[in-house]
């Protein structure tokens, strides 16, 4: 029900030039209000500059950000209604956890009494509300960053930006706030866009995805879309792990290196490349009906909850259960199957 | 196989003892401490018992212990009370405050053009800031009588708009002193503050201006907070020695602007009267250590961890 309240955020050809740099070119996106967005690149893609337009840090080129059908292009942060949660997480220093959070309150000179009641509502939510009178570097990357997230939320903003808020906590610990920030969302029904480097945070957390590259939006839709059904070499590979097999197209089917294989529709071109993910491939005994080859396996490669198993000819990868057990000169048949294997546009 | 020695400690990759460093550390802070103790604090000590004997009636210093020379200072005289030390004290306090705050004022947005160039004309302006440096004080302060001389310019244009009598010099004048004092202290304000500036972290900036904080409010807590350390260094390097200038209020301020350094010359100088001089001095250290402690709990708030 919040979600229906929540503002659209619409962004029209958005393009940003940094002296001979194009780092942001001709975007065009609109982030429903209440979803869970994520603009996921390598660096240097361009993600953070486009974040840094939609919180009034830069102002765009050319192009239009609106949010709730008003055009702020050219409103300065102080007075967007949108609020960021920094990578460094950038809290104040000489200031308390209480004054941080307060900080926005302050600025728009919110009564003192219910500056206290905000402030204290947004610190218990989040766990930290014994904080409230110590100074930031008392505190571990896991607790700052919750400070830095309820200075962001007290202030109740139409959007909430991310810019790779996790960058700076150990592996185990993004694991587990990745999935707290989804359920932090889900339960404020607030839209939230994140911008992040590493595929695995943006499928634990978003409702969609915008991969992007070279200051350009490659392909955006739910992770499920963009992970199964990856446009070009550069999302499949940069989404996960994925085989990709150079083919030409042959009599029923395409010519690839690792022999002929049929797809579940005709190849848009005469040649292209293939693309299939390690764990959708079944390793058999017998040979399968379809799409099989006949393989060796190169090199094992444990990896706790399985193993990775690259085999000849290809190399081809394949994800297998951890119990069962494959040495180097074992063959086996790979099932390639056609629904798994995805036609690329390069 | 030797069990190690508790004692022995690793200490840079050398294996050595804590008696050991410790009395090497000894041996290089000595010469320092014993400078120190020379140059500063017996010097001082002799100041101490200075201000508290006679003065003979040609100047020579008598072995009688009075606090005579204190109560002169507060005003006290065998002509009833007059408050004309006490004022030269309090015009000092006033006009180093006003310069060090001047000089701050300047010192900000200089910091800022300076921290902005790019590298390769950077070192130029710097050098333009520090240039002064390597001229003497004395010569620069003459070149302001240059400046403020009745012909030139600046003292034409305050004659034509009634500022002062038309024909005559902008000096000696508290104006001139300010202005001396200040081209003086501005390097010494900018140099450090422009350290902490070039080392600013602007996500703070940017995090306050997400939290819409007004111009003011994120100088106050985005820019000064993280500049303090340089900005500290450049109040105590001006206000301190600002206390005691004389060369400057001297050339430019004459009789009619003394401030207490001037007043601690004429007793050492002209005068012949140490122990009066001894107690100024002391009368203006106090000053300065109760002003370094205001500032030091004014400010202790915003001070970086």
């Known amino acids: 029900m919040a979600e229906q309240q929540e503002k659209n955020l619409i962004l029209r050809s958005i393009t940003k030039r940094f002296g001979d740099v194009e780092a942001v070119q001709d975007v065009t996106l609109e982030v429903r ?9 390598p660096s240097g893609c361009g993600k953070t500059t486009l974040l840094r337009m939609i919180a009034g840090l830069e102002i765009p080129d050319n192009g239009q950000v609106l949010l709730g059908g008003d055009d702020i292009t050219n409103l300065p942060a102080t007075k967007r209604q949108v609020n960021t949660v920094f990578q460094s997480y950038a809290l104040f220093p000489h200031l308390t956890i209480f004054e941080n959070v307060a900080f926005g309150l302050r600025s728009r000179k919110v009564a003192n009494d219910e500056v206290g009641k905000r402030v204290y509502r947004r610190l218990e939510m989040l766990g930290i ?27 109740e903003p ?41 595929q695995a945070e943006a499928l634990v957390c978003s409702d969609r995805v915008a991969v992007m590259r070279r200051g350009k939006v490659i392909q955006y839709g739910t992770p499920e879309e963009v992970y199964d059904i990856p446009v070009n070499r550069f999302v499949a590979e940069f989404l996960g792990a994925a085989n990709l097999l150079t083919y030409q197209v042959a009599e029923g089917g395409v010519q690839t290196p690792v022999g002929f294989l049929k797809l579940d529709r005709d190849a848009p071109k005469p040649e292209g490349t293939l693309a299939i993910r390690p764990e959708w491939i079944r390793i058999s005994e017998e040979e399968p009906p379809v799409n099989g080859v006949r393989a060796t396996v190169r090199e094992t490669i444990y990896r706790g909850t399985n193993f990775d198993v690259w085999f000849d000819p290809g190399p081809i990868r394949v994800r297998t259960s951890s ?18 294997l995805v036609v690329l546009d390069d | 196989m030797t069990e190690p020695s508790p004692k022995n400690i690793i200490w840079y990759g050398e294996l050595t003892t804590q008696g050991s460093l410790m009395k090497r550390g000894l041996g290089f802070l000595s010469p320092g401490m014993v400078w120190l103790l020379v140059l500063l ?12 004997i006679t003065r003979g009636s040609y100047g020579q210093l008598l072995w009688n212990f009075t606090s005579e020379n204190y109560t002169r200072l507060l005003g006290f005289s065998v002509f009833g009370w007059t408050a004309d030390y006490l004022r030269i004290l309090w015009r000092s306090v006033v006009v180093a405050f006003f310069t060090t705050l ?22 130029f302006w710097l050098t333009l800031v520090i240039v002064p440096f390597w001229t ?23 004659g034509w708009l009634g500022l002062v009598s038309a024909g005559s010099p902008l000096y000696p004048s508290a104006f001139a002193v300010y202005l001396g004092m200040i081209s003086i202290f501005l390097p010494f304000v900018t140099l450090p503050l422009y350290a902490s500036v070039e080392r600013l972290d602007w996500s703070l900036v940017e995090a306050a201006q997400d939290l819409y904080a007004s111009r003011i409010r994120v100088f106050t807590q985005a820019i000064i907070p993280q500049t303090m350390p340089g900005l ?52 203006l250290m106090v000053l300065t250590m109760i002003s370094l402690q205001l500032y030091r709990r004014k400010f202790r708030e915003v001070e970086l961890v």
Do not use: C
């Open chain 1, 158 to 198: 139409d959007v909430l930006l991310l810019d790779e808020p996790m960058s700076a906590l150990d592996a185990k610990l993004r694991g587990q706030v990745q999935v707290e920030l989804k359920r932090l969302q889900r339960k404020l029904g607030k839209t939230f866009i994140l911008v992040t480097h590493d």
């Open chain 2, 102 to 123: 001047l000089s701050v004022v300047l010192a900000y947005p200089l910091s800022f053009f300076i921290a902005a160039r790019p590298e390769r004309t950077r070192y």
């Open chain 1, 129 to 155: 509300q014994e904080m409230a009178q110590r100074k930031p570097h008392q505190l571990s990357g896991g607790q700052k960053q919750r400070v830095a997230l309820a200075r962001a939320l007290v202030n």
């Open chain 1, 323 to 340: 119990y069962k057990h494959f040495h180097p000169g074992d063959q086996a048949w790979l099932k390639l199957a056609p629904e798994e």
């Open chain 2, 136 to 158: 003497n004080m004395v010569i620069r302060t003459y070149a302001w009588f240059l400046i403020l001389a009745p012909e030139m310019p600046l003292a034409k244009a305050a």
């Open chain 2, 41 to 52: 604090v017996l010097p001082g000590l002799v100041l101490v018992a200075v201000s508290l």
């Open chain 2, 232 to 283: 500290s260094v450049g109040i105590i390097l001006t206000f301190v020695p600002a206390m005691g200038m004389f060369v400057v209020p001297d050339m430019l301020g004459g009789a009619k602007y003394m401030l207490v350094g001037n007043l601690i010359q004429q007793q050492f100088g002209a005068s012949r009267d140490w122990p009066f001089g001894a107690a100024i001095s002391m009368g």
């Open chain 1, 33 to 41: 209000g209440g979803e869970f967005f994520t603009l996921l690149g």
